[in-house]
């Protein structure tokens, strides 16, 4: 077996054994993250495009959520380059299945790129396979798996960097690498627009500084390097040019959320100390751990230990010499931690000194990133410099695996709470065929509850898209009319709206049934009664009928 066919092997079954392992049992059933909204939104994606493809609608706008009005499905994180990609398995074993692939897939295929980047660059394996790992298994990629599939889906970060130093090597011609580096921007962009926006401005820092820290015959290397990546960029608008048009220009550009820079700004600790996500950060260092952005453990995803960080500081400051390979890395991890601490430097939860993104907080694409995301970019750059520090050979060869593999052991994910195996909540009534004996094809279905927790995006592409829905989860934007709604907004917050303003939102959308999730009843069922209909309890929902709707 090939060296590298081995290597995929030991990332699969290492991933199989963590965040796959509940999964794998029940692929139809049990999702690998914690099965509620932001999950059931992607299992939503991976049906939807491939059926408006199939069915010559527009697959940019959809009809089906926030209906009758419809939402702009290019503004969201909708990957549709892993739902066209993953159409066939989609359409054979469901939407559960599929997200289950692409979950188990995220980490051994960014395992696997990075390993390849790191064996180009230190020219050894075993190392390669430490750099591989240390990048596919970080913390942030177990953080992001929790729910946001279109964050752990970063394996083309490192095959950007592999075919730029191919080009610099005069490996590839000008239009192989062209075309090759335009097509990775289109793919990138059907993942994650946000991912794309933070290669294109860390990779522009690491060209232009590149540029003063080479020779002068490699500087124009590097020059013509800027030129034919601009040339990409531009060749990869023309392609994406639809899509683009509709995430950034129809129905208004994104206006974004200049807070998030403090909201979701890395916290200083949390580089050093985990969360409960790990299994070292469970009991020990919870209390501090739930002061980072604001306890949402799945943005708290800088965590690399302080073994890995000591390593790293090592390569960078004992490890004798200063070569190309280990400035750039610096320059990488520093830009990249820097920009993720986002506006304000946060320690323990507590706001200090403003810090250079707060001067760009309030720009377009700026204030639509979340920065600690941009931690994906110091974890690459760790994993590259441990690789490197482990590939130096003489003495002491055998204390550096140690303490790497102490680091490693120290970001080893939490398995004991649900984390990474919860089935997403599907009442047998839209799991089964039973829906079709009570809705008609084409009605308009209220769903309840109606908030942070809800999965009906998942009934809804479980059933092909039956039935429309007044509501969704696209983005965190909730568009107009609704949004200008007072009704919406109590829906939203699982508050009940008087019987008054229900019966209103229920003639203005169109609604023909109301759903309530058994599970989650709450007084749903009383406001129901207070408006005159009447349900019946059938494979876990309660089913409202709407006289003349």
């Given at each position: 077996?090939?060296?590298?066919?081995?290597?995929l092997?030991l990332?699969t079954?290492?991933?199989?054994?963590?965040i796959?392992r509940?999964?794998?049992?029940?692929?139809?059933s049990?999702?690998?993250?914690?099965?509620?909204q932001?999950?059931?939104?992607?299992?939503?994606?991976?049906?939807?495009?491939?059926?408006?493809i199939?069915?010559?609608?527009?697959?940019?706008?959809?009809?089906?959520l926030?209906?009758?009005?419809?939402?702009?499905?290019?503004?969201?994180?909708?990957?549709?380059?892993?739902?066209i990609?993953?159409?066939?398995?989609?359409?054979l074993?469901?939407?559960?299945?599929?997200?289950n692939v692409?979950s188990?897939a995220s980490?051994?295929?960014a395992?696997?790129?990075?390993?390849?980047l790191?064996?180009?660059?230190?020219r050894?394996?075993?190392?390669?396979?430490a750099?591989?790992?240390?990048?596919?298994?970080?913390?942030?990629?177990?953080?992001q798996?929790?729910g946001?599939?279109?964050?752990?889906?970063?394996?083309?970060i490192?095959?950007?960097?592999?075919?730029?130093?191919?080009?610099?090597?005069?490996?590839?011609?000008?239009?192989?690498?062209?075309?090759a580096?335009?097509?990775l921007?289109?793919?990138?962009?059907?993942l994650s627009t946000?991912l794309?926006?933070?290669c294109?401005?860390?990779?522009?820092?690491?060209?232009?500084?590149?540029?003063?820290?080479?020779?002068?015959?490699v500087?124009?290397?590097?020059?013509?390097?800027?030129?034919?990546?601009?040339?990409?960029?531009?060749?990869?608008?023309?392609?994406?040019?639809?899509?683009?048009?509709y995430?950034?220009?129809?129905?208004g550009?994104?206006?974004?959320?200049?807070?998030?820079?403090?909201?979701y700004?890395?916290?200083?600790?949390?580089?050093?100390?985990?969360?409960y996500?790990?299994?070292?950060?469970?009991?020990?260092?919870?209390?501090?751990?739930?002061?980072?952005?604001?306890?949402?453990?799945?943005?708290?995803?800088?965590y690399?230990?302080?073994p890995?960080v000591?390593?790293?500081?090592?390569?960078?400051f004992?490890?004798?010499?200063?070569?190309?390979?280990?400035?750039?890395?610096?320059?990488?991890?520093a830009v990249?931690v820097l920009?993720?601490?986002g506006s304000?430097?946060h320690?323990?939860g507590q706001q200090?000194?403003?810090?250079?993104?707060?001067?760009?907080?309030?720009?377009?694409?700026?204030?639509n990133?979340?920065?600690s995301?941009?931690?994906?970019?110091?974890?690459?750059?760790?994993?590259?410099?441990?690789?490197?520090?482990l590939?130096?050979?003489?003495?002491?060869a055998?204390?550096r695996?140690l303490?790497?593999a102490?680091?490693?052991?120290?970001?080893?994910?939490?398995?004991?709470?649900?984390?990474?195996?919860?089935?997403p909540?599907s009442?047998?009534?839209?799991s089964t065929?039973?829906?079709?004996?009570?809705?008609?094809?084409?009605d308009?279905?209220l769903?309840?509850?109606?908030g942070a927790?809800?999965?009906?995006?998942?009934?809804?592409?479980?059933?092909?898209?039956?039935?429309?829905?007044?509501?969704?989860y696209?983005s965190?934007?909730?568009?107009?009319?609704?949004?200008?709604?007072?009704?919406?907004g109590?829906l939203?917050?699982?508050?009940?709206?008087?019987?008054?303003?229900?019966?209103?939102?229920?003639?203005?959308?169109?609604?023909?049934?109301?759903?309530?999730?058994?599970?989650?009843a709450?007084q749903?069922?009383?406001l129901?009664?207070?408006?005159?209909?009447?349900?019946?309890?059938?494979?876990?929902?309660?089913?409202?009928?709407?006289?003349?709707?």
């Amino acid at each position: 077996m090939p060296t590298a066919a081995r290597v995929l092997l030991l990332y699969t079954v290492l991933t199989l054994l963590t965040i796959g392992r509940f999964a794998i049992a029940h692929p139809a059933s049990v999702c690998s993250c914690v099965g509620t909204q932001d999950p059931a939104a992607y299992m939503w994606a991976l049906t939807w495009w491939p059926h408006a493809i199939l069915h010559g609608i527009n697959p940019f706008v959809t009809h089906y959520l926030w209906s009758p009005t419809g939402v702009n499905v290019a503004q969201g994180a909708m990957i549709p380059t892993a739902a066209i990609a993953m159409a066939p398995i989609t359409a054979l074993a469901g939407p559960i299945v599929s997200y289950n692939v692409l979950s188990v897939a995220s980490p051994v295929l960014a395992a696997m790129t990075s390993y390849l980047l790191c064996r180009r660059l230190t020219r050894r394996e075993f190392p390669a396979v430490a750099g591989g790992y240390l990048f596919g298994f970080s913390m942030y990629e177990f953080a992001q798996l929790q729910g946001h599939l279109n964050l752990t889906l970063v394996f083309l970060i490192p095959v950007m960097v592999h075919i730029a130093l191919r080009r610099v090597d005069r490996e590839i011609s000008r239009r192989s690498y062209v075309v090759a580096m335009a097509a990775l921007f289109v793919l990138q962009a059907g993942l994650s627009t946000e991912l794309l926006a933070d290669c294109v401005g860390l990779g522009a820092v690491l060209l232009l500084v590149s540029r003063f820290l080479t020779r002068a015959t490699v500087r124009r290397r590097v020059d013509g390097l800027i030129v034919e990546t601009l040339g990409a960029g531009l060749l990869a608008i023309v392609v994406a040019s639809p899509f683009l048009y509709y995430a950034l220009f129809n129905g208004g550009v994104p206006k974004g959320a200049p807070a998030l820079s403090d909201v979701y700004g890395l916290d200083l600790l949390n580089l050093f100390f985990p969360t409960y996500a790990t299994w070292l950060g469970h009991t020990d260092f919870l209390a501090l751990s739930l002061r980072y952005n604001g306890g949402n453990v799945a943005e708290a995803d800088g965590y690399l230990g302080i073994p890995l960080v000591v390593c790293f500081l090592v390569w960078v400051f004992r490890a004798g010499g200063g070569g190309l390979l280990r400035k750039l890395v610096v320059v990488a991890a520093a830009v990249s931690v820097l920009a993720a601490l986002g506006s304000h430097l946060h320690v323990a939860g507590q706001q200090t000194v403003a810090l250079p993104f707060d001067w760009v907080r309030s720009l377009p694409v700026f204030n639509n990133i979340v920065p600690s995301r941009i931690v994906v970019f110091t974890a690459l750059a760790v994993s590259v410099g441990v690789a490197a520090w482990l590939a130096i050979p003489g003495r002491g060869a055998l204390v550096r695996w140690l303490a790497v593999a102490l680091g490693a052991l120290v970001i080893l994910p939490n398995l004991m709470r649900p984390l990474y195996g919860v089935p997403p909540h599907s009442p047998s009534f839209f799991s089964t065929s039973t829906y079709r004996r009570y809705l008609a094809r084409g009605d308009t279905v209220l769903a309840l509850p109606y908030g942070a927790d809800d999965v009906s995006m998942l009934w809804q592409a479980e059933t092909d898209f039956y039935f429309y829905m007044p509501e969704g989860y696209v983005s965190g934007a909730v568009p107009s009319p609704f949004n200008a709604q007072l009704t919406t907004g109590q829906l939203l917050a699982d508050t009940l709206p008087s019987p008054q303003a229900m019966a209103a939102f229920i003639r203005e959308h169109f609604v023909t049934h109301v759903v309530i999730d058994v599970a989650h009843a709450g007084q749903w069922p009383d406001l129901m009664s207070r408006l005159g209909l009447h349900g019946r309890s059938i494979g876990g929902v309660l089913l409202y009928a709407v006289p003349g709707a």
